[in-house]
């Protein structure tokens, strides 16, 4: 049973455009979404977060979108840099001690 | 000044052999995590123990057994290792009344 369903599997972004990817949940319970970022050999790390009071959160050139009705987030990434090429997976907090990772979008941004 | 610890980096070992992965944080967090992330990198929870009480078994067989002998130190030992269990294993903690997690950077483990 996969309880948060993430989109695109693989993204390619010209340096300077927006990257967007999405994700879906589906237990109205969760009360944290974070988004995680992992380049190649390291451990995921927290990039921004919201909870389910808030429909914006912006930090720096990262926006995390919600929108609790339809069940969903983005990432939204703007100025796109060959930097930001890694792989991003979105995750929901379960309650308790449980977070609950999507299955992960690869970015590339080409130079 | 590494947040969050893991050891060994790369472990190769043999089917049926028995391996331990150590994972050790210094951020004072109370809750520490084992994830294990396959080939296609999914990422999925094996393990939540809070102040040493272990809170999540997410079904992982019995081969697999985490201990914590105190806040600050999560390690996994892992019997008659299979084919199946070649993966990276991700270690984690976080604070309280906080659901974002530091990780570390991983343990590749490959059983031949």
């Known amino acids: 049973q996969q309880q948060v369903k993430q989109s695109p599997q693989s993204l390619i972004v010209q340096k300077g455009g927006i990257s967007i990817i999405n994700c879906a949940y589906e237990?109205?319970?969760?009360?944290?979404f974070p988004w995680y970022q992992q380049f190649p050999g390291k451990g995921p790390a927290l990039l921004i977060a919201?909870?389910?009071?808030?429909s914006e959160k912006k930090e720096g050139r990262f926006t995390i979108s919600f929108n609790k009705s339809a069940k969903q987030f983005s990432l939204h990434i703007m100025d796109s840099q060959p930097g930001d090429s890694a792989t991003y997976f979105c995750?929901?907090?379960?309650?308790?001690?449980?977070?609950?990772f999507g299955a992960g979008t690869r970015l590339f941004v080409k130079a | 000044d590494t947040a969050v610890s893991q050891t060994p980096k790369y472990l190769v070992t043999q089917m049926g052999n028995d391996k331990s992965i150590k994972c050790e944080q210094n951020?004072?967090?109370?809750?520490m995590y084992w994830y294990k992330q396959d080939s296609k990198k999914f990422l999925k929870i094996m393990f939540s123990?809070?102040?040493?009480?272990?809170?999540i078994n997410e079904t992982v067989p019995n081969r697999f057994s985490p201990k914590s002998p105190d806040k600050a130190h999560l390690n996994l030992h892992i019997n008659s290792l299979e084919l199946g269990d070649s993966a990276v294993y991700f270690c984690?903690?976080?604070?309280?009344?906080?659901?974002?997690?530091?990780f570390g950077s991983g343990t590749r483990l490959t059983v031949v």
């Open positions: 995750a929901v907090h379960t309650g308790g001690f449980k977070t609950i």
């Open positions: 919201i909870r389910p009071d808030v």
């Open positions: 123990y809070n102040n040493k009480e272990l809170i």
């Open positions: 237990n109205t319970a969760f009360d944290y």
């Open positions: 984690a903690s976080s604070p309280p009344g906080d659901y974002g997690y530091t």
């Open positions: 951020l004072g967090h109370d809750t």
